[in-house]
């Protein structure tokens, strides 16, 4: 998968508690996303990476913080997880803007 | 109404045939366009990528794009089993910092 790792791959949480996944590249893109996937809604963009400490929101952000302290990690964590927050996720990277995105395998985490 | 738009399916196609994807977008500044593969359970996987209208060609893969129209297409020629996947159409918005995606296609090849 291009280099990029996340972790956890499975996760069952509860409701309300703070969950962080980890998203770790080798290829060393500028640019890394965080995405959802729902039956219904399709992929759906949460938040992204343009640089170092640089980040902005995504279609679908309530609920979720990211940061990226280093190139090649991008962390998503929900503060205080929800049963709608029941989701695949997937983080993404890109070398430049408006180009291919390639995937890591995913993490799956369910809230009850 | 979603800025990009698939038919969910399935579409079923037999083995041997040639499969046509269809997708369609709102977002008129969107310049360039990408088909993944995705297979139950696994991450999506890019097979094609368009910029420009027209054709473009790749083994069995055809995209097609026509900007005039907001449509963009993949066929699939010489479809096999193991072409049976969903087929994710996707478009960077105008701003340049969104990839936008339909909800797919599922494709079903009958041996």
């Known amino acids: 998968d291009a280099g990029i790792t996340q972790s956890p791959r499975h996760k069952v949480t509860e409701t309300g508690t703070p969950v962080t996944l980890r998203c770790h590249q080798t290829?060393?893109?500028?640019?890394m996303y965080w995405y959802r996937q729902d039956p219904g809604h399709g992929l759906r963009l949460i938040h992204y990476?343009?640089?170092?400490?640089?980040?902005d929101k995504g279609e679908v952000s309530d609920g979720y913080s990211v940061s990226r302290s280093k190139t090649e990690d991008f962390l998503l964590t929900l503060e205080s997880a929800t049963s709608s927050q029941t989701s695949v996720y997937f983080c993404?990277?890109?070398?430049?803007?408006?180009?291919?995105?390639?995937f890591g395998s995913g993490t799956q985490l369910s809230v009850l | 109404q979603k800025e990009v738009e698939q038919n969910s399916g399935p579409l079923s196609v037999p083995e041997g045939a040639i499969a046509s994807l269809n997708c369609t977008y709102s977002?008129?500044?969107?310049?360039?366009f990408f088909w993944y593969r995705q297979y139950s359970g696994k991450s999506p996987e890019l097979i094609m990528f368009?910029?420009?209208?027209g054709d473009k060609e790749d083994g069995r893969f055809t995209a097609q794009l026509n900007k005039a129209s907001q449509y963009v297409s993949l066929l699939i020629r010489d479809s096999q089993p193991s072409d049976s996947a969903t087929y994710l159409c996707a478009g960077w918005n105008n701003a340049g910092n969104m990839l936008t995606f339909g909800g797919g296609t599922r494709l079903m090849v009958k041996p």
């Open positions: 977002d008129r500044g969107s310049q360039s």
């Open positions: 990476s343009y640089g170092v400490k640089d980040t």
């Open positions: 993404a990277i890109s070398e430049v803007s408006s180009e291919k995105l390639f």
């Open positions: 368009i910029y420009s209208n």
């Open positions: 290829e060393n893109h500028r640019y």
